[in-house]
């Protein structure tokens, strides 16, 4: 699947470049201008990793990391933080707030591209490699083949792209209108029950020589891979 990064930049010129250099590198990409947009924006569909500049708009980059970092559901998102800051105490304390990485302006674009990249093998495999393991389960995306406990497991195209999506964030919870902007896309309609039908048929598929399911159903609020199951 197609990574999504959010860009948050409040410097229109910059924040164009970053959205055209990122979509050409392969990533899907959306744009925040200020911080409450920002967290808006992450409220309503989760990213994969976020380009965030410290000096934003209502609210500042710094407080957006640390509310991020303060909720289960946006704990483990990627952050790499932008900034005209230099300082060594300000890199420690970007840092410290829960930034993955630090970049100081000006850079190039191979370098932000090439830190993304770094950041997305360390804290989220899945979406640099064509094959993922989380527990028991195998995908591999170049083949479209998925296994558990080396038993091939058959699934149609929403069923894959959805344990692909689940396995590129073990343990997390998602709801249903989550997994629908991340599977289905955000300009498609599609009903939030039809989740329900495709987490069923990818449950059948999974459990057919097991007991142990390894999608949890967490009441009002959605769904989880658990990798440890």
């Not at 591999?140 to 396995?167: A, N």
Request: glycine letters at 6%.
């Amino acid at each position: 699947m197609t990574p999504y990064v959010l860009v948050v930049e409040d410097e229109d010129a910059l924040a164009t470049l970053l959205h055209y250099n990122l979509e050409k590198e392969g990533y899907r990409v959306s744009l925040a201008a200020d911080g409450e947009e920002a967290l808006t924006q992450i409220d309503e569909q989760l990213p994969d990793l976020i380009v965030l500049d410290w000096m934003l708009p209502k609210v500042s980059g710094i407080e957006v990391c640390r509310r991020l970092r303060g909720r289960a559901e946006t704990r483990n998102v990627p952050i790499i933080m932008l900034t005209a800051r230099g300082e060594e105490t300000d890199r420690i304390r970007g840092l410290d707030t829960g930034a993955d990485d630090y970049i100081v302006k000006p850079f190039s674009m191979v370098e932000l591209t090439a830190r993304i990249r770094a950041v997305l093998r360390r804290i989220r495999p899945g979406l640099a490699e064509d094959r993922t393991r989380q527990g028991d389960l195998t995908i591999d995306r170049v083949s479209h083949r998925v296994k558990r406990e080396g038993r091939e497991i058959h699934l149609g195209p929403t069923e894959f792209r959805l344990l692909d999506y689940f396995m590129q964030h073990p343990g997390r919870v998602f709801s249903r209108e989550q997994l629908l902007d991340a599977v289905w896309g955000s300009d498609v309609y599609v009903e939030a029950r039809t989740v329900d039908v495709h987490v069923g048929r990818l449950r059948k598929a999974l459990n057919l020589d097991t007991e142990i399911d390894p999608i949890r159903t967490v009441r009002s609020a959605g769904y989880a891979l658990d990798v440890d199951s």
